[in-house]
């Protein structure tokens, strides 16, 4: 673990007590499930139609208010502080050509947050990514996004999250149903009600349960609002599933003394990490893009027909 250091300037001003101001991105992960994409480039930093799938995730912390970012970078942390980083070469060659569109795309990422990075010497779980949090953290609840993971931008999860907290302290994780049999990918969380909609008490949690284990089908996803309590308990679990330090052995502690809640998302969700799921977040959110969605769909609906002819035609029993 190495001390942060910053790429943004202007120094935030003072967080008032016990409220969330401060976001934390793990993504040092070693992205297996995308290699060979992966070898030399963050899973991170794929790109999701124009914007690597990080910088949705920051945007995301932005827009609930957190205005301070700490990423959690392992091998490949050029390409991500690049990004979050001004291209003074780039920016006075488009700013010459009088290209402001272009100008403030690229200068967007660095204006976000006030993003700041540390080294996770190695990847020895996600728990352990948040443990290399503590120092920047300090004694203040604080959400983790997982850099992989997107939410929808028209969905307001974590707003609700951060108000969950607000209300009744302790920690608060995402929980999404799943069919059973997917189950076994996902932390599950063990859940009683609350007296709120959409919210439950999270009574246990399980890291990747198989499905005769599993005491719900509600699937931990990748965003928390954790306490600073979790710190302590990060310190001292050893190494769980898959030999790594889990943030869910440490959440399952903190839901035996009773003080985590789940909010419940039914929205849009996007795991970028999974070759499947990416493909399909790409062609849905341009889909939805103004500037390239109406052609790219009829392009699609056109490939579609004629995909499923080729399938007749090769399989024509199936038909
Ligand atoms: P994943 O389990 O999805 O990441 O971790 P991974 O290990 O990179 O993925 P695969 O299975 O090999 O493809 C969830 C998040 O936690 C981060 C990842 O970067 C991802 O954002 N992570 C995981 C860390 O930062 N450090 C770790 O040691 C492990």
Redesign the pocket.
């Known amino acids: 673990m190495t001390a942060p250091h910053h790429t943004s300037a202007s120094p935030a001003a003072p967080a008032p007590a016990r409220t969330v101001r401060k976001a934390v ?10 290699l060979p994409a ?1 070898k030399a480039t ?3 930093m794929l790109p999701v139609v124009d914007k690597p799938a990080i910088q949705y995730v920051v945007e995301e912390a932005a827009a609930a208010g957190l205005d301070d970012v700490l990423m ?1 970078t ?1 091998r490949h942390k050029r390409a991500i502080e690049d990004h979050f980083d001004h291209a003074f070469e780039l920016e006075q060659a488009l700013a010459a050509k009088g290209d402001t569109v272009r100008l403030d795309a690229v200068r967007d990422p660095a204006r976000l947050a006030n993003i700041h990075h540390i080294r ?1 010497g ?5 728990g ?2 948040v443990l290399c949090a503590r120092r920047h953290v300090g004694d203040q609840p604080f959400a983790v996004l ?4 997107l939410i929808d931008p028209r969905e307001t999860l974590l707003s609700r999250m951060l108000q969950v907290r607000d209300r009744h302290d302790g920690t608060v994780v995402a929980l999404m149903e799943v069919p059973p049999e997917q189950i076994h990918l996902y932390g599950c969380a063990a859940v009683a009600p609350a007296a709120e909609e959409g919210v439950v008490r999270v009574t246990g949690l399980v890291e990747k349960p198989s499905r005769q284990d599993a005491p719900s089908t509600y699937a931990v996803i ?1 965003r928390y609002v954790l306490d600073p309590a979790v710190f302590g308990i990060l310190e001292r679990i050893p190494p769980g599933r898959g030999g ?1 330090i889990q943030l869910t052995d440490a959440l399952q502690e903190l839901a035996a003394g009773g003080t985590v809640h789940g909010v419940v998302f039914d929205g849009l969700r996007y795991d970028t ?1 999974d070759k499947a799921d990416y493909l399909r977040t790409v062609v849905r959110l341009a889909c939805d893009r103004p500037d390239l969605g109406p052609e790219f769909l009829a392009w699609l609906k056109e490939f579609v027909a004629t995909a499923e002819g080729d399938t007749a035609d090769r399989h024509p029993l199936a038909a």
């Open positions: 991105v793990p993504a040092a992960g070693l992205g297996t499930r995308f992966t963050p899973k991170e959690i392992g996770q190695e990847p020895l779980g996600l352990h990514a997982l850099g992989d993971d990748g790594e990490g």
